[in-house]
């Protein structure tokens, strides 16, 4: 017993959250306080992302003042690929879904509107893809950018709701930026290091799903653009990322009823 409550005191030091206990008879609630992540390293996005995005990005806020979000919701943010999941609320049942997707955004832009995006909600969890840093062009991002870009997300997160888990989904290889491919694996490698490194984050494996036997991107699973999913390659993504969410919150679940239990007995000096 001792041994798992010294468990729960290591990752409750990890996280780097302040927490606090309310509670009454019917239970207790945990609170974090404000962690505000430093972001002037976005100086040097917030002209572009504003001049192009600002306009999408007051479009969502609009949705939030007059839309309710579902209780105990997991939210998609992120690029066009989120955005054009039409079948999303039943492709993830039976979880609650809150979609804010936007264009063809980057971490870049995802990072410049992040509090503008996440704070007016609660959510269970957080689901994020961004497939459009890498494309082949010379203003790709580095992985070194998209993992100071990532990192700034996930706390800003953690800040706002830290009991969150929060999910990355892998880019997903396409015909059309084949040739990127290489680089965007190597993205791909950085977003899985990110979440092995940062407590109550995830990593979403989908590229080997979406490769034929030759490596090759799998057409069949995509649009005429050969860069979006069609309805077959949401289906794909949709059973990938609702396993993965399941198998995480039931093991949270299961890991914090067994450790609050300890705790329990262990103050009772069982």
Known sequence: MRSIVLLCSVLALATIQVWLVQGDSRGSKL????????DSFLARYRKKAIGKWEKDIQKLEARDATESDPENAIMFIGSSSIRRWSDIAIDM?????????????????????????????EYR????????????KPEDHTPDQVEQLVR??????????????????????????????????????????????TPNTHFIATAEHYLDPDRKPRDELFVSDRLHLNEAGYDQWAALIRRRISETLEFKSEFETKAGAAVANESSGK
Request: glycine fraction near 6%; charged fraction near 20%; charge should be positive.
């Open 31 to 38: 609170w974090a306080t404000e962690v505000i992540p430093d």
């Open 93 to 121: 049942a039976p979880f609650r879904t809150i979609q804010r997707g936007y264009g063809g955004a980057k971490y870049s832009d995802v990072a410049i509107f992040a509090k503008r995006l996440l704070h007016p909600h």
């Open 125 to 136: 969890a957080l689901v994020i893809f961004v497939g459009n840093d890498v494309q082949g």
């Open 152 to 197: 700034y997300i996930v706390s800003v997160s953690n800040s706002h709701q830290a009991d969150a888990p929060v999910f990355l989904i892998e880019v997903t290889p396409t015909s059309k930026r084949y040739s990127a491919w290489p680089a965007i694996r190597k993205v791909n490698a950085r977003l899985r290091e990110i979440a092995l490194s």
